[in-house]
């Protein structure tokens, strides 16, 4: 088993940067690729980005030149860098691990974090 404990989230204007950090303990040999999604209400869960062990990364659309997705494998952490934050980006955003693929799927993650609210205000 691999736990997942995600933190960072918070309330902050339209414009501003939020960094999100998820630590991940137990079986961490088994996290492969790691990701980020988000999630509102009424809505599926929404891939936002996705890392390899080796570095390789790959974004939603929505996420493109404005998040960063990095990974310290030494410490088994994954880091979301989100700028240029727009109150659409406003969710629970939960981190993931175990995908085998950098296919933004989560049906194809194992493990899922509790999740962190992130509010972006207009």
């Known amino acids: 088993q691999v736990q997942l404990l995600e933190s960072g989230g918070g309330l902050v204007p339209a414009g501003s940067s939020l960094r999100l950090s998820c630590a991940a303990s137990?079986?961490?040999?088994?996290?492969?690729?790691m990701g980020w999604f988000r999630q509102t209400p009424g809505k599926e869960r929404e891939s936002v980005a996705a890392?390899?062990?080796?570095?390789?990364?790959n974004y939603a659309d929505s996420a493109k030149g404005r998040f960063t997705i990095s990974r310290d494998n030494a410490k088994n952490t994954v880091t979301l860098q989100m700028d240029s934050l727009k109150p659409e980006d406003t969710g629970v955003y939960y981190c993931?691990?175990?995908?085998?693929?950098?296919?933004?799927?989560?049906?194809?993650?194992?493990?899922w974090g509790q999740g962190t609210q992130v509010t972006v205000s207009s």
């Open positions: 993931a691990a175990g995908a085998l693929t950098l296919a933004l799927a989560a049906r194809t993650y194992n493990y």
């Open positions: 137990g079986r961490t040999f088994t996290t492969n690729v």
């Open positions: 890392i390899s062990r080796s570095g390789s990364t």
